[in-house]
């Protein structure tokens, strides 16, 4: 349990992981992205809201696909800069990593405690 670990652990990274370029990563998920049918299902249901069928429905789409991938990107590559520095932060402080751990733990099961006894609606 994450409450319980030695104060003192050591951020530990997965041993046998082949480790991949920038690039070969970027293309990777991007191929994954792509085939996800999670994300078709988005842009088929979010994207025409905002469609003029009066004008060029296949520019628009794109344009406005363009727009969404580029600021999910964005906000990708910002949260993966701060967690780097983060995890390189917390590795000089085990202890903060400690708490973290402990305080993770800790609202994991009070999620998991009030998804207990909720009221199921209808």
């Known amino acids: 349990m994450a ?5 003192e652990a050591e951020i530990v990274d997965p041993v046998g992981l082949e480790t991949v370029g920038v690039g070969r990563a970027f293309r990777q998920g991007i191929i994954v992205e792509a085939l996800n ?7 088929l249901a979010f994207i025409p809201q905002f469609i003029d069928p009066t004008a060029d429905v296949a520019r628009q ?5 363009t727009i969404s991938v580029a600021l999910n990107t964005a906000a990708d ?5 701060w967690a780097a520095k983060a995890k390189a932060g917390l590795a000089k402080r085990p ?7 402990q305080l993770s733990g800790a ?14 609606a209808g």
């Open 107 to 120: 609202a994991m099961c009070t999620l998991g405690a009030s998804l207990l006894v909720a009221r199921r």
């Open 37 to 43: 049918p999670k994300t078709a299902a988005f842009f």
């Open 3 to 7: 409450w319980l670990q030695d104060t």
């Open 77 to 81: 590559v910002v949260v993966t800069h």
């Open 61 to 65: 789409f794109v344009i406005l696909g």
């Open 95 to 101: 202890s903060a990593l400690a708490k973290m751990r």
